[in-house]
């Protein structure tokens, strides 16, 4: 009796905390706030399992500044709030750390470099894809292509038994997959059209032909993205395009040879189109490859517009994991929002920001269809990128919008975003204004705004500074502190307990749920044949 008046009293309290709470950001309210981080905190569990699973989210240039945009700009969307105390799903991850994406030659890297650390555990040269800091950008090294080359995880999980994907909203082709797959002197060997006819006649072969025709491309299950161009012979029409062409010179077709290489027609499916895309039965389905789009895919703000429908990203991003939890050795995926890169490249600030909230959806997504028991879910960024958040708006002030309270020293207006470098700049010579003034800024929030920059660039610039790594799930605890980019291969690597490094780890016998069980349950199955086997024989 006494315990449930103690239970009502407790219920008003938190009730009355609440409303209090609700109208007014007190010490009380942050105070609850933080004991709510503290509790969290304090229940974390160290999930020292084997991560069967691994989705790795990569946020291509989402940089924390990025981040920090994109939660006030979602957040904005929401009816009565002012943003920035917003959420994004991903940032309530348990598990954080830091990574350093300097490559092998230079301070700042591309997606390229970046992407052979984080995917294949070694640092390279700028612009190079899947090999170490020997091959030079651009130097076709197919003379000793073993070794220079170096095994992704998505490799080492197929060698292990795993199924595998790739879904992205770039090209298929583009620097992020194919650090995967691929190794490549130049990662603008995306199809044989873009190599210098003496690169190909040393035996170099195009990025797209190798997820074909080479180890692990071939044998993945699923393939998402766009790229149609880099598939299809320069002679065969673009279905979805009426008078374009692919770009192939060697008159194959990449997608029929890549239908005809599946053992079973009626369960193995190209795509180019939502609709196609939604009669895949992930279920049945064995294999599915999807290029949407002859280039990119859209931004997400203009997918609705497209010719013949794509899927957003999250669609993609549970469709692969759902034809890929079919397999019961687990899986290993990689979904790619690669382009917010693209809008922070091209000085537009709106697209980084509506991609970046359909990246959230799409990790969102994923998690109603995983279990934190034996998926490890990551997310992170291949690189920074040169965005700002800058002056001191009001809270609540529009993110894409006008700073409301101040003006600079000229007593002219400027934005809340803006990009250091990039076509947004007033320095370039044709419009470098003599008054010193910059020029005067109109319809700011617009999907085509250029924010106004610094340094003219025809593109905008990644940026050196480091990117958050997210973790969830068995072994998220590895993600910790500063590390290398490259510790992030790695680190799945011994979560998932494959590749050659992890078997004593993973044979200990102080953690009964690592691979060693596996091994037990390996040698039982023998032993179960063999007993068979002899009953079979009397
Ligand atoms: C390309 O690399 C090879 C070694 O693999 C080297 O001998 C050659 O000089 C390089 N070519 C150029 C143009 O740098
Ligand atoms: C296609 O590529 C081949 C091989 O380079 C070339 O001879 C042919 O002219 C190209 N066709 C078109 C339509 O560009
Ligand atoms: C999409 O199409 C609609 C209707 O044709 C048009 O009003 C809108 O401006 C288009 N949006 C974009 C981003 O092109
Ligand atoms: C989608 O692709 C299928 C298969 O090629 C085709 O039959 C269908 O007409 C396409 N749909 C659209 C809307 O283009
Ligand atoms: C220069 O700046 C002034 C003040 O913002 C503006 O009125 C003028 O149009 C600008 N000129 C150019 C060429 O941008
Ligand atoms: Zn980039």
Known sequence: MVAINMNLVGLLFAFLVFFQVASSEDLAFWKEKAARDI??????????????????????????????????????????????????????????????????????????????????????????????????????????????????????????GKATGIVTTTRITHATPACTYAHAASRYWEGDDNMPKEERDKGCKDIAWQLVNELPGRNMRVILGGGRQEFLPNFTSDPEDKGKFGQRLDGVN????????????????????????????????????????????????NRPNDTAGEPSLADM?????????????????????????????????????????????????????????????IVTADHSFAFDILGYASRGN???????????????????????DGPGSHYTLEAINHTGLRPIITNPQSRDYLQQALVPNKWASHDGEDVMIYA????????????????????MQYAACIGDDNTNQCKSKNEPMTCGSMNIMTNYGTMMFIVFGLLMQS
């Open 39 to 160: 509790r969290r905190a304090q229940r974390l569990k160290i999930k020292n399992k084997v991560a069967k699973k691994v989705v790795l989210f990569l946020g291509d240039g989402n940089s924390i500044s990025t981040i920090t945009a994109t939660r006030i700009y979602k957040g904005q969307l929401q009816q009565g709030a002012s943003g920035e105390e917003y959420e994004l799903f991903y940032e309530r991850f348990p598990n954080v750390g830091l990574a350093k994406t300097y490559c092998a030659d230079r301070q700042v890297p591309d997606s390229a470099a970046s992407g052979t650390a984080y995917l294949c555990g070694v640092k390279t040269n700028y612009n190079t894809i899947g090999m170490d800091d020997r091959v030079e950008f651009g130097n076709c090294t197919q003379d000793n292509p073993n070794e220079y080359a170096v095994d992704s995880i998505l490799k080492i999980a197929q060698d292990a």
């Open 472 to 491: 969830k799930g068995p072994m998220a605890h590895l993600f910790h502190s500063t590390h290398e980019q490259t510790y992030i291969m790695h680190a």
């Open 398 to 420: 529009p993110i894409l919008g006008v700073n409301d309270i101040d003006v600079d020293q000229n007593g002219q207006t400027f934005t809340t975003l803006h990009y250091p």
């Open 254 to 301: 990449l997608a029929e040879t890549w239908l005809a290489s599946k053992p079973d027609n009626s369960k193995s499916f190209f795509v180019w189109n939502e609709t196609s895309f939604d009669d895949v039965n992930p279920e049945s389905a064995d294999y599915l490859l999807g290029l949407f789009e002859r280039s990119h895919m859209n931004y997400e703000a």
């Open 317 to 377: 991003t549970e469709k692969a994991i759902r034809m890929l939890k079919k397999y019961n050795k687990g899986y290993f995926l990689l979904v790619e929002g690669g382009r917010m890169d693209h809008s922070h490249h091209e000085g537009i600030g709106y697209h980084a920001l509506v991609d970046g909230v359909a990246f959230e959806e799409a990790i969102k997504r994923a998690s109603d269809i995983t279990n934190d028991d034996d998926t490890l879910t």
